[in-house]
């Protein structure tokens, strides 16, 4: 009985120890790994590698691709490639006289006029635009790391604060009980401290799940376990005009359609094209071959079935980037016009919450000397205290939001890191 009673506690400790490994193993598992601030890390090297990584980019190797072979067709003898035509006849199926006969046929297209012209547009306005292009992307991707670095920074900034909260809190709860058993403060007081503590770690586990949060955001944009120590930017003193990326890449676009329509003009008929052709050819009964060159000239007519849909298509492509262009720059227009007004009324928030910080910590050091004096009770302090606790989260959350304002504003003018 006593053995049975022996190898049951056994296997029920085995148990628990496994239960705990698993657990410890999940809990391992769902950590993610945490961010290093690297002071050699700068904010332009991390931009370069995030838009290595950007699935956008994808499409800039492909343009390049595409520009060249523009400039190839553009640079070529020919419009199109030539053609080789045989011909065979004779009449052993037919009256079996013995007649025989055989062509070879080279056809060579013809440029049309204005249209090498055209292709050589084209393809110097795409080349030109491939930088355009490329500038815009990694302005875009800039968008998208400026506000990921910044997200983790007001969530580091927030974790702190719950951190501090947490620990004052705890502080508070043990000089509350001391008192209790001291006989100076009642069991209320204990249990209204306790609370304190319950919600101050809720909002700590809530601020430390969104700093991780941020960072994987961080990391999934960048590919990078690390980022830089110092990101803050200085405020441009650029404003919105014609060389932002954006607007020129929308230029080029405007300018390449309008090429592409030119050429579609050029292009109304189809190439006329020229064929040197040789013959040999034998005659009924006849034992001599007969050899003879000729020169064949191909010049097809201009039908408005063909020409029209592609001229119509031509010019609906320029309209939408016409349109595109002209949207595009009342949104920049107006995301100027928030970014330099959101500056401006943070940084005279900031004024406002240095002031409103500065007077609820001299309340807070007030209510706490009173409350150890005895002569204020603990609602008092915890409802002071919560006041000092808010204002210093509105000043962090303020500081950095202005960091974050200059970057906004940095962006909407266009400017890189």
């Known amino acids: 009985m006593l053995k049975t009673i022996h190898r049951s506690t056994w296997i029920y400790c085995l148990l628990n120890c496994l239960l705990l490994s698993t657990a410890h193993a999940e809990k391992a598992s769902h950590e993610d790994e945490m961010l290093l601030a690297n002071p050699q890390l700068s904010l332009h090297s991390v931009l370069e590698k995030t838009i290595t990584r950007y699935p956008d980019s994808q499409m800039l190797e492909a343009k390049q691709l595409e520009i060249e072979a523009r400039s190839k067709h553009a640079k070529g003898l020919l419009p199109h490639a030539p053609a080789i035509g045989l011909f065979s006849q004779n009449d052993s199926m037919m009256s079996g006289r013995g007649e ?3 062509e070879a046929e080279l056809e060579l297209p013809i440029w049309l006029p204005g249209q090498r012209a055209a292709r050589e547009a084209i393809a110097k306005d795409a080349a030109l635009g491939f930088t355009d292009l490329r500038d815009n992307l990694a302005l875009q991707v800039a968008g998208l790391l400026r506000n990921a670095l910044w997200d983790i920074s007001m969530a580091n900034s927030q974790a702190k604060l719950a951190n501090s909260r947490y620990e004052t809190a705890q502080a508070l709860v043990n000089d509350v009980e001391k008192r209790f058993k001291a006989g100076d403060l009642a069991k209320t007081d204990v249990m209204l401290a306790q609370n304190e503590v319950y919600q101050a770690e809720t909002f700590k586990l809530r601020a430390n799940a969104e700093v991780k949060h941020a960072e994987f955001r961080y990391q999934l944009l960048t590919g990078l376990n690390q980022l830089p120590a110092e990101y803050s930017e200085k405020e441009s003193t650029a404003t919105l005009n014609d060389s932002h990326p954006s607007l020129r890449d929308a230029a080029k676009k405007l300018l390449l359609a309008d090429d592409e329509r030119n050429l579609v003009r050029a292009e109304r008929r189809e190439n006329p094209s ?10 009924a009964f006849d034992n001599q071959s007969n050899e003879s060159v000729g020169l064949r000239v191909r010049i097809p007519f201009e039908t408005e079935s063909k020409s029209a ?3 119509a298509n031509a010019e609906m492509n320029y309209a939408r980037n016409q349109v595109e262009a002209t949207r595009l720059r009342y949104t920049l227009e107006a995301a100027y016009h928030e970014a330099e007004h959101n500056l401006e009324v943070t940084r005279a928030e900031l004024i406002i919450t240095e002031k409103q910080q500065a007077n609820a910590q001299e309340n807070l050091r007030l209510a706490k000397k009173a409350f150890a004096l005895g002569e ?6 915890l409802r002071v205290q919560a006041s000092a606790y808010e204002a210093d989260r509105a000043l962090q959350q303020r500081q950095i939001q202005l960091q974050w304002d200059i970057a906004q504003y940095n962006q909407a003018v266009g400017e890189l890191p």
């Open 100 to 102: 025989k006969g055989w």
């Open 274 to 283: 020229i064929a040197i052709n040789t013959r040999s050819q034998r005659g």
């Open 309 to 311: 849909p592609l001229i």
């Open 376 to 381: 204020s009770d603990l609602v008092n302090l």
